[in-house]
């Protein structure tokens, strides 16, 4: 018995495809230092449990389908604070950040149709679209000159009669790149000129660096009724486990559709929207440690990079990743024998190659992502051994 025809074309996460060999890494006695994946390591802040503990439910039962209003009023505090005026009635609360997306490409796009998205994009956006017959068409960018976007006659050649939405990570994922205001203000004009919906990935919308700030769509007040903004607890509060996200934007009709998609799937887990409550009613002072603390870590890895040998990696200025091209025949060939045939003291590192990153095939070939989620002395250590690897390496270039 087959599962459907286009089960079989869905992709396995480029990040999470080569656990088996860390597993087996494992098993063998080796220490893998973790820097595949955005999952960071600073402790989730106490007021979280604190508030699912303290919650008196005698019975756990469905929450409203467009989230616990309390959760809502939270949120829309939070977006005030950052001078954003989304109304409690301008947000759905989802299953982290990821719901959100699969829901904006939903709403904005019918089968066929196409997404603008710069690549290399967060992987997963692929898995979101692809269910629909989303098309992504990349908007291609390059380590080479630190992932710019190229100008505005370069983005209006890439719009056809199918596009409907402009999607992007700010800060990104996985270049780690703070589009500058001028930027998001060209794409806000070309959205509004073109007829397009803006999907704002903004999860990572604290963490920037060198005294940067990411602006928001949000903030373009002319074209709200076109913008989408994603956001989650996940990175925002180190809570990637609650999985709490949402949705959020003035455009009414998106709002009414999202509502029956929430509807659909009954509502978000209760006691987590209780616990993320708590995280966005947290002082905003709670992120400026935070930052200090990811920004070393950034300046630890890209200085460690920036000394390797044949390694090119611009400092990225937000989000905590980075992309490295590294002197290699081929990425995922490298991050296999870094698991499978590689090892300094029992220690080894696990990387991201970034091709399944890039719509446009052969992009990325010989590039990785690095998470810089590890304390400073985890990363100097990371970094040690991959200068070693990269020496060792029979497919050095
Ligand atoms: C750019 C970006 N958007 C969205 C997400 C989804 O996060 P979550 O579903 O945990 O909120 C991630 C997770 O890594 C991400 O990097």
Same mark, same amino acid.
């Given at each position: 018995?087959?599962?459907?025809?286009?089960?079989?074309?869905?992709?396995?996460?480029?990040?999470?495809?080569?656990?088996?060999?860390?597993?087996?890494?494992?098993?063998?006695?080796?220490?893998?230092?973790?820097?595949?994946?955005?999952?960071?390591?600073?402790?989730?802040?106490?007021?979280?449990?604190?508030?699912?503990?303290?919650?008196?439910?005698?019975?756990?039962?469905?929450?409203?389908?467009?989230?616990?209003?309390?959760?809502?009023?939270?949120?829309?505090?939070?977006?005030?604070?950052?001078?954003?005026?989304?109304?409690?009635?301008d947000?759905?609360?989802t299953?982290?950040?990821?719901?959100?997306?699969?829901?904006?490409?939903?709403?904005?796009?019918?089968?066929?149709?196409?997404?603008?998205?710069?690549?290399?994009?967060?992987?997963?956006?692929?898995?979101f679209?692809?269910?629909?017959?989303?098309?992504?068409?990349?908007?291609?960018?390059?380590?080479?000159?630190?992932?710019?976007?190229?100008?505005?006659?370069?983005?209006?050649?890439?719009?056809?009669?199918?596009t409907?939405?402009?999607?992007?990570?700010?800060?990104? #994922?996985?270049?780690?790149?703070?589009?500058?205001?001028?930027?998001?203000?060209?794409?806000?004009?070309?959205?509004?000129?073109?007829?397009?919906?803006?999907?704002?990935?903004?999860?990572?919308?604290?963490?920037?660096?060198?005294?940067?700030?990411?602006?928001?769509?949000?903030?373009?007040?002319?074209?709200?009724?076109?913008?989408?903004?994603?956001?989650?607890?996940?990175?925002?509060?180190?809570?990637?486990g609650?999985?709490?996200?949402?949705?959020?934007?003035?455009?009414?009709?998106?709002?009414?559709?999202?509502?029956?998609?929430?509807?659909?799937?009954?509502?978000?887990?209760?006691?987590?929207?209780?616990?993320?409550?708590a995280?966005?009613?947290?002082?905003?002072?709670?992120?400026?440690?935070?930052?200090?603390?990811?920004e070393?870590?950034?300046?630890?890895?890209?200085?460690?990079?920036?000394?390797?040998?044949?390694?090119?990696?611009?400092?990225?200025?937000?989000?905590f990743?980075?992309?490295?091209?590294?002197?290699?025949?081929?990425?995922?060939?490298?991050?296999?024998?870094?698991?499978t045939?590689?090892?300094?003291?029992?220690?080894?590192?696990?990387?991201a190659?970034?091709? #399944?990153?890039?719509?446009?095939?052969?992009?990325?070939?010989?590039?990785?992502?690095?998470?810089?989620?590890?304390?400073?002395?985890?990363?100097?250590?990371?970094?040690?051994?991959?200068?070693?690897?990269?020496?060792?390496?029979?497919?050095?270039?």
């Amino acid at each position: 018995m087959k599962a459907s025809k286009r089960s079989y074309d869905l992709q396995a996460s480029p990040i999470r495809k080569l656990v088996p060999y860390a597993n087996e890494a494992k098993k063998r006695g080796i220490k893998i230092y973790h820097l595949n994946i955005g999952q960071p390591d600073i402790e989730t802040p106490k007021v979280f449990m604190e508030a699912v503990k303290k919650a008196d439910v005698e019975v756990l039962a469905y929450a409203d389908s467009n989230g616990w209003e309390p959760l809502r009023e939270s949120i829309s505090k939070y977006y005030k604070r950052i001078n954003l005026p989304y109304e409690v009635e301008d947000i759905i609360i989802t299953n982290g950040g990821s719901e959100a997306l699969q829901w904006a490409f939903l709403l904005t796009c019918d089968p066929g149709e196409e997404i603008l998205v710069p690549e290399p994009f967060y992987t997963n956006y692929r898995g979101f679209a692809a269910p629909y017959d989303v098309v992504i068409k990349p908007i291609t960018t390059k380590p080479d000159d630190g992932f710019v976007l190229p100008g505005r006659e370069v983005l209006e050649s890439l719009i056809t009669d199918k596009t409907r939405a402009i999607a992007l990570s700010n800060p990104g #994922n996985p270049t780690g790149v703070v589009y500058s205001k001028e930027q998001v203000r060209m794409l806000s004009d070309i959205a509004r000129d073109h007829n397009l919906f803006i999907v704002a990935d903004e999860v990572y919308r604290e963490f920037c660096y060198d005294g940067k700030e990411a602006t928001s769509f949000g903030s373009m007040t002319d074209i709200l009724d076109r913008v989408i903004i994603v956001d989650s607890v996940s990175k925002r509060f180190s809570a990637c486990g609650a999985r709490i996200g949402s949705l959020a934007s003035k455009n009414r009709d998106i709002m009414t559709a999202a509502l029956k998609l929430g509807q659909a799937r009954l509502c978000v887990p209760t006691l987590e929207m209780i616990g993320a409550k708590a995280l966005y009613d947290l002082d905003p002072d709670y992120f400026t440690p935070i930052r200090e603390r990811y920004e070393a870590r950034r300046n630890i890895m890209i200085d460690a990079l920036q000394k390797m040998d044949g390694v090119l990696c611009e400092r990225p200025g937000g989000a905590f990743y980075a992309i490295a091209k590294l002197p290699v025949d081929n990425a995922e060939k490298f991050a296999i024998w870094l698991l499978t045939d590689f090892q300094v003291d029992s220690k080894s590192v696990m990387v991201a190659p970034v091709e #399944n990153f890039y719509q446009t095939p052969g992009m990325g070939m010989d590039e990785v992502r690095l998470a810089y989620v590890l304390n400073t002395d985890d990363l100097a250590e990371a970094m040690r051994i991959l200068e070693i690897a990269l020496k060792a390496y029979p497919g050095r270039t």
